[in-house]
T-cell receptor, first 113, second 115 residues
Framework: DGGITQSPKYLFRKEGQNVTLSCEQN?????MYWYRQDPGQGLRLIYY???????QKGDIAEGYSVSREKKESFPLTVTSAQKNPTAFYLC????????????FGPGTRLTVL | AQSVTQLGSHVSVSEGALVLLRCNYS??????LFWYVQYPNQGLQLLLK??????LVKGINGFEAEFKKSETSFHLTKPSAHMSDAAEYFC?????????????FGQGTTLQVKP
């Protein structure tokens, strides 16, 4: 089955640590996205990538970093510079034009201890 | 800047009653419009979208939405609520001129269905 996988499902981080969230898709989509979800705020775009080896900052990129070395993979690193990283993180992918559906992964819930 | 407003963070209906979830957008040019549903601790799933053509759009699970340009609205409805409809619903837009696919989301509306 084609789809998007995210791992781990739950992640606990101590303050000052960097952590990396995995996102893999086998839909052969060119574009991939990372969103952060907080209660009552909807989803906010962190980073996106439209092609391998290229990515752009979204609306809340500070304290995060990404890479896109392979078409199917778009890992997100939450660095110690992110002051309030506790949130639900969602990865999505999309093929072609902007009116096409974005497909979402199941999410990773990150908690800072 | 483009924005999306969903009126009502929580909506409660009885099973079998009409579901109405409101969404308004702010942009001078109508964007592409989407409704997504999210069940607890899961990702989002597309319910329906409006791009062009007929303004009444039918989606999955019996939902539909009507694009009204004069009201800058894209409200989601379902004639008869089912317990399985309990979830969080997000309205989202993207600019027609966009070549990035960036979605702007509303704050979300949690739908509660009472037996």
């Amino acid at each position: 089955d084609g789809g998007i996988t995210q791992s781990p499902k739950y992640l606990f981080r101590k303050e000052g640590q960097n952590v990396t969230l995995s996102c893999e898709q086998n839909l052969n989509h060119d574009a991939m996205y990372w969103y952060r979800q907080d209660p009552g705020q909807g989803l906010r775009l962190i980073y996106y990538s439209q092609i391998v080896n290229d990515f752009q900052k979204g609306d809340i990129a500070e304290g995060y970093s990404v890479s896109r070395e392979k078409k199917e993979s778009f890992p997100l690193t939450v660095t110690s510079a992110q002051k309030n990283p506790t949130a639900f993180y969602l990865c999505a992918s999309q093929q072609g034009l902007s009116y096409n559906e974005q497909f979402f992964g199941p999410g990773t819930r990150l908690t800072v201890l | 800047a483009q924005s999306v407003t969903q009126l009502g963070s929580h909506v409660s209906v009885s099973e079998g009653a009409l579901v109405l979830l409101r969404c308004n957008y702010s942009s001078s040019v109508p964007p592409y419009l989407f409704w997504y549903v999210q069940y607890p601790n899961q990702g989002l799933q597309l319910l329906l979208k409006y791009t062009t053509g007929a303004t009444l759009v039918k989606g999955i699970n019996g939902f539909e939405a009507e694009f009204k340009k004069s009201e800058t609205s894209f409200h989601l409805t379902k004639p008869s609520a089912h317990m399985s409809d309990a979830a969080e619903y997000f309205c989202a837009v993207t600019r027609r001129s966009s070549n990035t696919g960036k979605l702007i989301f509303g704050q979300g509306t949690t739908l509660q269905v009472k037996p």
